[in-house]
């Protein structure tokens, strides 16, 4: 069974930094792309960033770009989100999620990031 288990989220003030963390287990994904989404409250869920199999593509919403940094260890099957310069607005449940071409297929339960200002 595929899961992807989302970790590290929490409260933090604006400016501040956390780094969320995503174990997948069931398969191996290092050949899948990964990547991370978002919900805010009352708002549809949004892309933040992925990147592909190897990890040397990348991919930023607008909005987080020169901010947030995705990395991923294939040996441990983990993806990161390392997320600076946190603002209130980036206030969300993230979501890990992964796919063959897309991160789309498989999706984890979410952690809660709350930015305070």
């Known amino acids: 069974q595929v899961q992807l288990v989302e970790s590290g989220g929490g409260l933090v003030q604006a400016g501040g930094s956390l780094r969320l963390s995503c174990a997948a287990s069931?398969?191996?994904?290092?050949?899948?792309?990964m990547g991370w989404f978002r919900q805010g409250p009352g708002k549809e869920r949004e892309f933040v960033a992925a990147?592909?199999?190897?990890?040397?593509?990348?991919y930023y919403a607008d909005s987080v770009k020169g901010r947030f940094t995705i990395s991923r260890d294939n040996a441990k099957n983990t993806v990161y989100l390392q997320m600076n310069s946190l603002k209130p607005e980036d206030t969300a449940v993230y979501y890990c999620?992964?796919?063959?071409?897309?991160?789309?297929?498989?999706w984890g339960q979410g952690t809660q990031v709350t930015v305070s200002s």
């Open positions: 990147n592909g199999w190897s990890g040397g593509i990348t």
């Open positions: 999620a992964a796919g063959p071409t897309w991160p789309n297929e498989y």
């Open positions: 069931g398969r191996t994904f290092s050949s899948y792309s």
